[in-house]
C-alpha cells in the first residue's frame, strides 16, 4: 500500500497490536450469530454493486451513505445497549492502518495536480510522439512504468494518483482505450505493493509470518516477473484490439498540448523516488517532491502561484482588498459564488475526501464483523473442513485472502485480518513462512486493485474525476467507472491465476527446514 518511512518492524507490530487488541476485546452478540457481524459489509458490497455495477453511478459518496445505511442495519442485529457496537464503530475508524493510506492520498494528490498544473501531460504527449508510441504501445508503457515508479517509492496507492492524473489524460488523447489504460495503471500499482520491500503489504507479509523481507522478496520475484510478462503482453494484444475515444479536434489539441518543458517534472518525480528510496517518510519524499514542483512551475514559467494556491475573498473584506497585491489573493464582489480557496494545493487533498470518510466507514464495519466473530468463525470453518491436506490448504490461503479483500478495501487491513489464519494453517502443514508471505502478499495485492469498491481502484477513480475540470476536451464520458476496470487489471488477474495454480500444482512449494516432507505428507 505505503511505505511509511518509518522503521518497518515498529510500524507494523503497532498495526499488529491494533489488530490483536480488535480480536480479543469486547465480544459483540448477534441475533444470528457471528455471521449476522458480517451484515454491514455484506450490505454495502451490494449496494456498491447495485450502484456501480447495474446502475452504472461511480460516485463515492453513494457509497459512503451507502456504508452508512449498512452500519445502522448491522447495529439493529446487535444484542444488548448497542454501546459495544458503536464504540467498535469509533475504534474502527482510528485505526492506524487507514489513517496510514489517508496520508498517502492528500500528498500524492497535491503533487499530482500540482505537477499537472505544470504542464507535464504536455511533456509525455510530446515524448510520446517523438517517440513514435501510439496508442497500441502507450498501455503497456504505462504498465511498466507505473510498476516501476510503485516498487520505487512502495506506495501503490500514490502509483494511481500520480499515474491517473498525469499518463491518462496523455494516453487517452494519443487515442488509447481509457478502460484498458486505468487498467494498466492499477496493474502497475499490484506490482509496486507485491514486490516493493519497503511496501506496507509486503512488511506485514513477512513480519506475520516469521519470515526476514529481503527473503520474501527475492523468493517471490519468479511469481511476480510471470504475472508481468504476461500482463505486458496482454496489453500489447489488447491496446492494438480496443479502441480509443474520439477526442474532438485531437489533432489540434494534441499540437497544443505538446510541450517538451513540461518534461522538467522528471525532476520532480525522481526526487519524490530517491527520497523515499533513501528510507525517508513518504510525507517528507512527497513533500521535497513538491517543493521541486512548485520552484519549476515559477522558474519556467509552467504554471502561476495562483494556479497552485489562491484565497478568493469578498470584496467587503479590507483585509483582503489590502493584501491584493500577494499573487495569492484576489478579491471578488461578495455575492459572487466563487469565494473560496482554489488551486492544486486544495483540488489535490479535496477531491479525496469522499473517499476518506468512505474508507473509514469501511474499516469500522470490518472492525464490527471482527468483534461479532465473523472473520473467526469462517477461518476456523476453512481450517477444519475445507483445509485437509497440502494442496487443499494452499488453496484456502488463496481463496480465503481473496474474499477477506472482497470485504476490506484496505489492502494491508485485509493482509493484517487474514496474517493469523494464515500462518495458523501453514504451520499445520509446516509450510515455509515464505511461501505462506507470498500467498498472502500477492493476493492482497491483487485484488486490492480489482474489486470496483476496493481502496486501490476508488482512488483512481477518484483523481480521474478531477480531469473533466482540469481538461477542456476531457468529458465525463472518457471517466472509467469502477465497475467497467476489472477485467483489464491483467496483472492482478494473472498473479492470482499464478497462484491458484501454484497451490494446486505445488509449484513452488517449500517445507520449514525442521521436518521432513514425507512427515508433512502424513500430517
Given at each position: 500500500m505505503v511505505d511509511t518511512g518509518e522503521d518497518p518492524e515498529d510500524s507494523v507490530a503497532e498495526e499488529l497490536a491494533d489488530a490483536e487488541q480488535a480480536r480479543s476485546g469486547p465480544r459483540i452478540e448477534f441475533y444470528g450469530g457471528p455471521?449476522?457481524?458480517?451484515?454491514?459489509?455484506?450490505?454495502?458490497?451490494?449496494?456498491?454493486?447495485?450502484?456501480?455495477?447495474?446502475?452504472?453511478?461511480?460516485?463515492?459518496?453513494?457509497?459512503?451513505?451507502?456504508?452508512?445505511?449498512?452500519?445502522?442495519?448491522?447495529?439493529?442485529?446487535?444484542?444488548?445497549?448497542?454501546?459495544?457496537?458503536?464504540?467498535?464503530?469509533?475504534?474502527?475508524?482510528?485505526?492506524?492502518?487507514?489513517?496510514?493510506?489517508?496520508?498517502?492520498?492528500?500528498?500524492?494528490?497535491?503533487?499530482?495536480?500540482?505537477?499537472?498544473?505544470?504542464?507535464?501531460?504536455?511533456?509525455?504527449?510530446?515524448?510520446?510522439?517523438?517517440?513514435?508510441?501510439?496508442?497500441?504501445?502507450?498501455?503497456?508503457i504505462t504498465f511498466v512504468l507505473a510498476a516501476l515508479l510503485a516498487t520505487g517509492i512502495g506506495t501503490g496507492y500514490g502509483t494511481v494518483i500520480a499515474f491517473v492524473g498525469l499518463f491518462f489524460p496523455a494516453g487517452v488523447l494519443l487515442g488509447a482505450n481509457p478502460t484498458l489504460l486505468f487498467g494498466a495503471i492499477l496493474s502497475g500499482a499490484v506490482f509496486g505493493d507485491n514486490l516493493a520491500p519497503v511496501s506496507d503489504t509486503t512488511i506485514v507479509s513477512a513480519v506475520t509470518q516469521d519470515a526476514d523481507i529481503g527473503g520474501v522478496v527475492a523468493s517471490r520475484f519468479k511469481y511476480a516477473s510471470v504475472a508481468a510478462v504476461l500482463a505486458f503482453s496482454t496489453y500489447l494484444l489488447a491496446g492494438s484490439a480496443m479502441s480509443g475515444v474520439d477526442v474532438a479536434g485531437s489533432a489540434d489539441?494534441?499540437?497544443?498540448?505538446?510541450?517538451?518543458?513540461?518534461?522538467?517534472?522528471?525532476a520532480s518525480i525522481g526526487v519524490v523516488i530517491a527520497t523515499a528510496i533513501s528510507g525517508r517518510h513518504i510525507v517528507e519524499a512527497i513533500s521535497w517532491g513538491l517543493v521541486v514542483a512548485v520552484a519549476a512551475n515559477v522558474v519556467f514559467g509552467l504554471a502561476s502561484i495562483s494556479e497552485m494556491l489562491l484565497f478568493r475573498a469578498p470584496a467587503s473584506s479590507d483585509f483582503a482588498q489590502a493584501l491584493e497585491f500577494l499573487p495569492v489573493v484576489t478579491t471578488v464582489p461578495a455575492t459572487s459564488p466563487d469565494?473560496?480557496?482554489?488551486?492544486?494545493?486544495?483540488?489535490?487533498?479535496?477531491?479525496?475526501?469522499?473517499?476518506?470518510?468512505?474508507?473509514?466507514?469501511?474499516?469500522?464495519?470490518?472492525?464490527?464483523?471482527?468483534?461479532?466473530?465473523?472473520?473467526?468463525?469462517?477461518?476456523?470453518?476453512?481450517?477444519?473442513?475445507?483445509?485437509?491436506?497440502?494442496?487443499?490448504?494452499?488453496?484456502?490461503?488463496?481463496?480465503?485472502?481473496?474474499?477477506?479483500?472482497?470485504?476490506?478495501?484496505?489492502?494491508?487491513?485485509?493482509?493484517?485480518?487474514?496474517?493469523?489464519?494464515?500462518?495458523?494453517?501453514?504451520?499445520?502443514?509446516?509450510v515455509n513462512g515464505y511461501r505462506r508471505a507470498n500467498i498472502l502478499d500477492a493476493n492482497t495485492s491483487a485484488l486490492g486493485y480489482i474489486f470496483p469498491w476496493a481502496g486501490g481502484v476508488l482512488v483512481g477513480y477518484t483523481e480521474m474525476q478531477g480531469l473533466v475540470g482540469e481538461f477542456d476536451w476531457f468529458t465525463q464520458a472518457m471517466l472509467v467507472n469502477?465497475?467497467?476496470?476489472?477485467?483489464?487489471?491483467?496483472?492482478?488477474?494473472?498473479?492470482?491465476?499464478?497462484?491458484?495454480?501454484?497451490?494446486?500444482?505445488?509449484?513452488?512449494?517449500?517445507?520449514?527446514?525442521?521436518?521432513?516432507?514425507?512427515?508433512?505428507?502424513?500430517v
Open positions: 455471521a449476522a457481524s458480517a451484515i454491514p459489509i455484506a450490505l454495502f458490497i451490494g449496494w456498491a454493486v447495485f450502484q456501480s455495477g447495474l446502475m452504472r453511478i461511480g460516485d463515492t459518496t453513494g457509497l459512503v451513505a451507502g456504508m452508512l445505511v449498512s452500519l445502522i442495519v448491522g447495529m439493529f442485529f446487535a444484542k444488548g445497549d448497542w454501546k459495544t457496537y458503536a464504540n467498535t464503530i469509533f475504534e474502527g475508524m482510528t485505526q492506524r492502518v487507514a489513517a496510514t493510506a489517508i496520508v498517502a492520498w492528500l500528498w500524492a494528490g497535491m503533487f499530482a495536480d500540482t505537477i499537472q498544473a505544470g504542464e507535464f501531460v504536455s511533456g509525455l504527449v510530446w515524448a510520446a510522439q517523438a517517440l513514435e508510441v501510439g496508442p497500441t504501445l502507450f498501455p503497456a489539441i494534441l499540437s497544443g498540448q505538446s510541450e517538451a518543458l513540461g518534461l522538467v517534472h522528471l469565494i473560496g480557496v482554489y488551486g492544486t494545493f486544495y483540488s489535490g487533498a479535496a477531491g479525496f475526501f469522499p473517499l476518506i470518510v468512505l474508507t473509514l466507514l469501511i474499516v469500522a464495519g470490518a472492525r464490527i464483523m471482527i468483534r461479532g466473530g465473523g472473520f473467526e468463525a469462517v477461518q476456523n470453518f476453512l481450517l477444519n473442513r475445507v483445509a485437509t491436506s497440502v494442496r487443499r490448504a494452499e488453496t484456502t490461503m488463496v481463496l480465503g485472502t481473496a474474499s477477506v479483500n472482497a470485504m476490506i478495501t484496505i489492502n494491508t487491513a485485509a493482509e493484517i485480518a487474514i496474517a493469523p489464519y494464515v500462518a495458523r494453517i501453514g504451520e499445520r502443514f509446516n469502477p465497475a467497467e476496470v476489472w477485467p483489464f487489471v491483467f496483472h492482478g488477474w494473472f498473479l492470482f491465476g499464478v497462484f491458484i495454480v501454484s497451490a494446486l500444482t505445488g509449484f513452488g512449494l517449500e517445507y520449514t527446514t525442521d521436518r521432513e516432507s514425507e512427515e508433512v505428507a502424513r
